[in-house]
């Protein structure tokens, strides 16, 4: 869990900030600014693993300038120094490295802009895995933790580019696990005819071409965890031997003879409706009570709105590295991109912004620059008239 330190002397954005930051499950140390403390801050640091101090630029100059600030910063063994200045001259916010990349400067405009807090939670916190602004998705990530640190199999299932494999991710970074591999198969990717042996493993000489060994996923991920992504793709006659081995926690190579031991736990996504995948013979059903012990449900991007302009951060942090900053999304962007339905979840909203990244050249991303591709939607709207107008057809039929 990350911890981070919020001098509050002068800074109005504080409140907002801690806010922010213990609604991401981020511990937060409140110090002031009593300079003349020994413990630095005016907190006893012992204790804590803080490693980001955020401050204002005034506690700078009272603390001796930036380069005392980082010195002193380095003895309480924090490795990350952010000042924060509010001020009207900028559009938005600037972020700027400075001493070499030993501290950030963060110049904000309007320290009650939730954008801008966004922003500034990203530089403090980059590390933080599941990005989100919504009641609905911090209720799920709760619910995610309480089961993190059991051994339950955990079978998530929600609409394609919903953040499955993430969630399956921060399931098992909270878990006792995490220190241990994280190994993901994607059961729709791999040949039916390859899928018990990237599974289970396969001796020396089993069939054509193995010409080695191989222990397969499930030995790979042994003491940590496996998530078997898009699990409703596996064929019929391969599940009853996953369902063997989740019942007795053994696996049999193919073209072996004996069976191995494996201490994993387990996840599953799909993007199906299982309960008809069931009733349509297409998925055991005994296996889909094996798996679904502990079920989780993400959700459309379009009914977490809140969840919209943190995912862009995320994406726009990740695909803009190279230009070392984050570009601002202006009010008349945003709103573009909180109004539309996002039919392809995450992954329409990375293409869109990809696309902005381009258009505006890494700099401010303003309404210009948003190209949302309404293909998919205007399918979904043919389809939904073509649905209602056979309907009405029947309907006079009978």
């Given at each position: 869990?990350?911890?981070?330190?919020?001098?509050?002397?002068?800074?109005?954005?504080?409140?907002?900030?801690?806010?922010?930051?213990?609604?991401?499950?981020?511990?937060?140390?409140?110090?002031?600014?009593?300079?003349?403390?020994?413990?630095?801050?005016?907190?006893?640091?012992?204790?804590?693993?803080?490693?980001?101090?955020?401050?204002?630029?005034?506690?700078?100059?009272?603390?001796?300038?930036?380069?005392?600030?980082?010195?002193?910063?380095?003895?309480?063994?924090?490795?990350?120094?952010?000042?924060?200045?509010?001020?009207?001259?900028?559009?938005?916010?600037?972020?700027?490295?400075?001493?070499?990349?030993?501290?950030?400067?963060?110049?904000?405009?309007?320290?009650?802009?939730?954008?801008?807090?966004?922003?500034?939670?990203?530089?403090?916190?980059p590390d933080v895995l599941f990005?989100?602004?919504?009641?609905?998705?911090?209720?799920?990530?709760?619910?995610?933790?309480?089961?993190?640190?059991?051994?339950?199999?955990?079978?998530?299932?929600?609409?394609?580019g919903s953040g499955k494999e993430?969630?399956?991710?921060?399931?098992?970074?909270?878990?006792?696990?995490?220190?241990?591999?994280?190994?993901?198969?994607?059961?729709?990717?791999?040949?039916?005819?390859?899928?018990?042996?990237?599974?289970?493993?396969?001796?020396?000489?089993?069939?054509?071409?193995?010409?080695?060994?191989?222990?397969?996923?499930?030995?790979?991920?042994?003491?940590?965890?496996?998530?078997?992504?898009?699990?409703?793709?596996?064929?019929?006659?391969?599940?009853?031997?996953?369902?063997?081995?989740?019942?007795?926690?053994?696996?049999?190579?193919?073209?072996?003879?004996?069976?191995?031991?494996?201490?994993?736990?387990?996840?599953?996504?799909?993007?199906?409706?299982?309960?008809?995948?069931?009733?349509?013979?297409?998925?055991?059903?005994?296996?889909?009570?094996?798996?679904?012990?502990?079920?989780?449900?993400?959700?459309?991007?379009?009914?977490?709105?809140?969840?919209?302009?943190?995912?862009?951060?995320?994406?726009?942090?990740?695909?803009?590295?190279?230009?070392?900053?984050?570009?601002?999304?202006?009010?008349?962007?945003?709103?573009?991109?909180?109004?539309?339905?996002?039919?392809?979840?995450?992954?329409?909203?990375?293409?869109?912004?990809?696309?902005?990244?381009?258009?505006?050249?890494?700099?401010?991303?303003?309404?210009?620059?948003?190209?949302?591709?309404?293909?998919?939607?205007?399918?979904?709207?043919?389809?939904?008239?073509?649905?209602?107008?056979?309907?009405?057809?029947?309907?006079?039929?009978?």
């Amino acid at each position: 869990m990350s911890q981070v330190i919020v001098v509050q002397n002068s800074l109005n954005i504080a409140n907002n900030l801690c806010d922010l930051l213990e609604n991401r499950d981020v511990t937060v140390i409140k110090a002031g600014s009593d300079s003349s403390k020994p413990d630095f801050l005016g907190i006893d640091l012992v204790g804590y693993n803080a490693n980001t101090m955020v401050c204002s630029d005034i506690f700078e100059k009272e603390i001796g300038g930036s380069s005392k600030l980082v010195s002193l910063a380095r003895q309480a063994k924090l490795t990350k120094v952010i000042i924060i200045t509010e001020s009207k001259l900028v559009a938005g916010i600037d972020i700027q490295d400075d001493l070499g990349g030993a501290l950030k400067r963060i110049t904000v405009e309007d320290f009650t802009d939730p954008y801008s807090l966004e922003l500034i939670f990203n530089v403090c916190c980059p590390d933080v895995l599941f990005s989100a602004g919504d009641i609905k998705t911090f209720e799920l990530l709760s619910l995610a933790r309480r089961v993190a640190n059991t051994d339950v199999t955990v079978f998530i299932n929600g609409p394609t580019g919903s953040g499955k494999e993430v969630l399956a991710n921060y399931l098992h970074e909270n878990s006792n696990r995490k220190e241990e591999p994280f190994v993901a198969v994607n059961c729709a990717a791999i040949p039916e005819n390859m899928l018990e042996a990237i599974l289970f493993g396969h001796e020396k000489g089993a069939f054509t071409g193995a010409s080695n060994a191989n222990k397969g996923i499930f030995r790979a991920a042994d003491k940590g965890t496996l998530l078997l992504d898009e699990i409703s793709e596996m064929p019929l006659s391969l599940q009853a031997k996953l369902l063997r081995v989740l019942q007795e926690r053994k696996v049999t190579p193919v073209g072996g003879q004996r069976d191995i031991d494996v201490d994993v736990r387990v996840l599953a996504t799909s993007n199906r409706d299982m309960a008809s995948e069931v009733n349509q013979s297409r998925f055991r059903e005994d296996l889909y009570y094996r798996l679904n012990v502990f079920p989780l449900q993400t959700k459309k991007l379009s009914d977490r709105k809140d969840d919209i302009l943190p995912i862009s951060i995320k994406i726009l942090d990740k695909h803009n590295k190279e230009n070392g900053t984050i570009p601002f999304i202006t009010t008349d962007a945003r709103d573009l991109l909180l109004k539309h339905d996002w039919p392809g979840n995450v992954r329409e909203l990375e293409n869109t912004l990809q696309r902005a990244l381009v258009l505006s050249g890494g700099k401010a991303i303003d309404q210009m620059s948003i190209m949302i591709d309404k293909s998919l939607s205007n399918i979904n709207e043919n389809l939904s008239v073509e649905t209602l107008a056979d309907q009405l057809a029947f309907a006079k039929a009978t």
